[in-house]
């Protein structure tokens, strides 16, 4: 019988041994582990969902710096992230968020180098973890879908997995240099399968997920 999904998960489906995490990333996903659980009591729900094997692409809202690791610290399958070309021109803090399998684009200029080797890992059977409001909230609250993510999902066709992620706006607000203890909460939704709609249809879709998913993941709080 499944576990209900009203309860934090821990738990998952055989994974892919074709995909094992990488010393580095098993060793720095321990120590975030602790981080988010001490200073964040983090909660993680929905975790079944995630599918055991084959590309998934995982689109979450962006609230904060912090989203990308709580999103992944539970995970027992590796992510990839897409990442802001800014943050590889440090070269220690770029070898580093390259060995945790980030890759860099360059924001507002139509990366096509970016949205390919996106495609490219999707299709390798990796998961993805992208934002497709394209960058950080300003006020907490969601912001419009951009319409590139709706190329890759028609071109990689691979299942949707839409996360939404309610807390560490307040743990990380836009414009603060640090972060500072607040609770925060995460709420992986069913799989969506959106590369036969229309461009317009995926971001709409995409949208409704958001904001039930952060509908219910309020309710939880």
Not at 14 to 38: H, K, V
Not at 132 to 160: F, K, N, Y
Not at 174 to 179: L, Q, S
Request: proline share 9%.
């Amino acid at each position: 019988m499944e576990a209900a999904t009203d309860q934090p998960t821990d738990t998952h489906p055989p994974e892919d041994r074709t995909l094992r995490r990488p010393i580095l990333w098993s060793g720095c996903q321990g120590i975030a582990r602790i981080f988010t659980t001490l200073l964040f009591d983090l909660k993680v729900y929905g975790l079944h969902h995630i599918p055991p094997r084959g590309g998934v692409l995982l689109v979450a809202n962006h609230e904060s710096y912090l989203d990308p690791v709580v999103v992944a610290v539970r995970m027992r399958r590796p992510v990839s992230f897409l990442a802001k070309s800014g943050l590889f021109e440090n070269p220690v803090f770029g070898w580093l968020i390259r060995s945790l399998r980030a890759f860099p684009v360059r924001q507002g200029e139509g990366d096509i180098g970016a949205v390919r080797e996106t495609i490219r890992l999707l299709k390798e059977g990796h998961i993805l973890n992208i934002y497709p409001e394209g960058s950080r909230t300003q006020t907490g609250e969601l912001g419009p879908i951009e319409p590139g993510v709706a190329l890759m999902v028609r071109r990689a066709g691979v299942p949707v997995v839409p996360v939404v992620v309610s807390g560490s706006f307040a743990a990380w607000p836009r414009g603060r240099k640090f972060f500072h203890p607040a609770p925060i909460r995460v709420l992986y939704g069913a799989p969506m399968e959106l590369n036969h709609l229309k461009p317009a249809q995926i971001t709409a879709r995409i949208d409704q997920a958001f904001r039930g998913l952060l509908a219910e993941l309020r309710a939880k709080s």
